[in-house]
């Protein structure tokens, strides 16, 4: 398995703050909105995460789910 570093763009953060806006500053923190804009601006396949919090909204926003 390979892990890839990927640069943030604008469209990162602004994905990130409408993400925030959205689910409102109680159910999402900012770097879980930046994990999951930045897993949708690389058409992630499978976002992973421990955190069951943000995989439901990962999932909400369209995101395929593994939690472990």
Same mark, same amino acid.
Not at 13 to 36: C, E, K
Not at 40 to 45: I, K, L, W
Not at 52 to 66: D, T, Y
């Given at each position: 398995?390979?892990?890839?570093?990927?640069?943030?763009?604008?469209?990162?953060?602004?994905?990130?703050?409408?993400?925030?806006?959205?689910?409102?500053?109680?159910?999402?923190? %900012?770097? @879980?909105?930046? *994990?999951?804009?930045? &897993?949708?601006?690389?058409?992630?396949? $499978?976002?992973? %995460?421990? @955190?069951?919090? *943000?995989?439901?909204? &990962?999932?909400?926003?369209?995101?395929? $789910?593994?939690?472990?």
């Amino acid at each position: 398995e390979a892990v890839t570093v990927v640069a943030f763009h604008d469209r990162v953060y602004q994905r990130a703050m409408n993400l925030m806006t959205q689910f409102g500053p109680n159910g999402l923190r %900012t770097l @879980d909105a930046l *994990q999951i804009s930045t &897993a949708q601006d690389v058409s992630a396949t $499978i976002f992973a %995460t421990s @955190d069951r919090e *943000q995989s439901e909204i &990962a999932r909400q926003a369209g995101l395929q $789910i593994k939690l472990f």
